[in-house]
Nanobody, 120 residues
Framework: QVQLVESGGGSVQAGGSLRLSCAAS????????KGWFRQAPGKGREWVAG????????YYVDSVKGRFTISQDNAKNTVHLQMNSLKPEDTAMYYC?????????????WGQGTQVTVSS
């Protein structure tokens, strides 16, 4: 069973940067994907970025393209989300997720979340 533990959240002013990390432990599928979701107060959970098969492919929601970068350290089984040029609208609880990759990413494991707060 895979377990995910996030770290790296915090408070920052608009224009600043944060780096989130998600350490995975346990058995993972050979073909797998990891991603980041976020949920702001009063809103639904939004997919932010995903990375497939250890970095073969990476994908982003339009609102973060050019500002966020997802990467994976395969040796440490850790995925990172580098967030630059942060905006107040990026404020949310950020969750790491993982799952098997078939024709799409089937996220089935979630971390506990880490809070990101961006002030104007």
């Amino acid at each position: 069973q895979v377990q995910l533990v996030e770290s790296g959240g915090g408070s920052v002013q608009a224009g600043g940067s944060l780096r989130l990390s998600c350490a995975a432990s346990g058995n993972t599928n050979r073909r797998n994907c990891k991603g980041w979701f976020r949920q702001a107060p009063g809103k639904g959970r939004e997919w932010v970025a995903g990375i497939w098969n250890g970095g073969v492919g990476s994908y982003y929601v339009d609102s973060v393209k050019g500002r966020f970068t997802i990467s994976q350290d395969n040796a440490k089984n850790t995925v990172h989300l580098q967030m630059n040029s942060l905006k107040p609208e990026d404020t949310a609880m950020y969750y790491c997720a993982a799952g098997p990759l078939t024709t799409a990413c089937n996220y089935n494991t979630w971390g506990q979340g880490t809070q990101v707060t961006v002030s104007s």
